[in-house]
């Protein structure tokens, strides 16, 4: 989704298939961790286009498939998936901060402009999540630490109030819940899947 080309190849398969889509999740990839809160336009471009212009333009072909009928109770629902930097700055996420809030702008903007025609747009902002990669991380930062995976992952989710990460099977329930009748009433809001951490109300 990085790439015009293959955004625009996508699309054409899409209509080419007649393709019809009731629901779709988009999880834009994020840039890696950084304390730079200044980084150089060429570097911001590539941010940028990486990170919200290439995956919202996969967005736009998946929207321009769907076809709602509210009156005959036919919804369709995006979910855009994002972090917790959305809500609260995070010191160590100097450029997702920035991608995360404008992911939450965005989802709004396309609520407010797609809801009469039945189509829902909501975000799902994760927190700690034991993905393969980042149970694999943990892993290296406990034998750097000399310290068991379990005592890792105590010091780590101390700050969660339920003292823990969540995982993918979790995630995936949060994401059908938005998807589904659940939803029917719903847009334009940010679902925190964080296990409490975020302290903003």
Not at 22 to 33: F, I, R, S
Not at 43 to 55: A, M, T
Not at 126 to 141: D, I, V
Not at 157 to 165: A, C, D, M
């Amino acid at each position: 989704m990085t790439r015009d080309d293959s955004v625009r190849e996508f699309a054409e398969k899409l209509t080419a298939k007649k393709v019809i889509l009731d629901g779709a999740v988009l999880m834009p990839p994020q840039d890696p961790p950084t304390n730079d809160p200044l980084p150089s336009s060429d570097k911001w471009r590539e941010i940028l286009q990486n990170s919200f212009v290439g995956p919202l333009s996969l967005l736009k072909a998946a929207i321009a498939t769907m076809q709602p009928d509210p009156a005959k109770g036919r919804r369709s629902k995006v979910v855009i998936i994002s972090g917790i930097s959305s809500a609260q700055v995070m010191g160590h996420y100097a450029s997702s901060n920035v991608l995360r809030c404008a992911w939450l702008a965005e989802a709004k903007t396309l609520a407010f402009a797609l809801g009469e025609q039945g189509i829902h747009v909501n975000t799902l902002s994760l927190g700690g999540t034991l993905t393969p990669g980042y149970a694999a991380s943990l892993q290296q930062r406990a034998a750097k630490a000399g310290t068991t995976v379990d005592q890792r992952l105590a010091e780590e989710t101390s700050n969660v109030p339920l003292r823990k990460y969540g995982t993918p099977d979790e995630v995936a329930v949060a994401v059908e819940g938005l998807l589904s009748a659940f939803s029917d009433h719903m847009t334009g809001i940010n679902v925190l899947h964080d296990g409490g951490f975020t302290r903003a109300y």
